[in-house]
């Protein structure tokens, strides 16, 4: 279980970086435009907003990373704490997208399944 852990960590920060990629880097993209549903101006006018969100998804991908770094090198309290710290921000951002935006759900889906999958397995391999 814990294997499967690790691996829908992993998943869910390789998908927030895609996130900070697309929100930071790529806003004003006509892809990323599709993507997130905004027009050429809307993503002109938001651009330094979507920028700073980006690393907001960059920062909890980067700690799901230093967590599973953690496992490697052998320190699994740190690990798991890293883990549910950046994998239950991920999953309740997700649930807050699902609340305030209902027509956002397929984006809060695809952005919060793995991190809680993620945490199920983590907690499922410490009881276990």
Do not use: C
């Not at 320190?75 to 935006?101: D, N």
């Not at 956002?104 to 399944?113: P, T």
């Amino acid at each position: 279980m814990l294997v499967a852990a690790q691996i829908l960590s992993l998943i869910a920060a390789l998908i927030h970086v895609y996130i900070f990629l697309m929100e930071s880097l790529w806003w004003e993209r006509p892809q990323t435009r599709k993507v997130f549903g905004t027009s050429e101006q809307e993503a002109k006018s938001t651009s330094a907003l979507a920028f700073n969100q980006g690393f907001y998804n960059l920062f909890l991908a980067i700690g799901a990373l230093v967590g599973l770094a953690f496992f490697i090198a052998s320190q699994p309290l740190i690990a798991a704490t890293l883990l549910y710290t950046s994998l239950g921000s991920m999953a309740a951002a997700a649930a807050v997208l699902i609340i305030s935006s209902p027509d956002k759900a397929s984006a809060a889906v695809k952005q919060g399944a793995a991190p809680l999958l993620g945490l199920i397995a983590l907690l499922l391999a410490q009881a276990l």
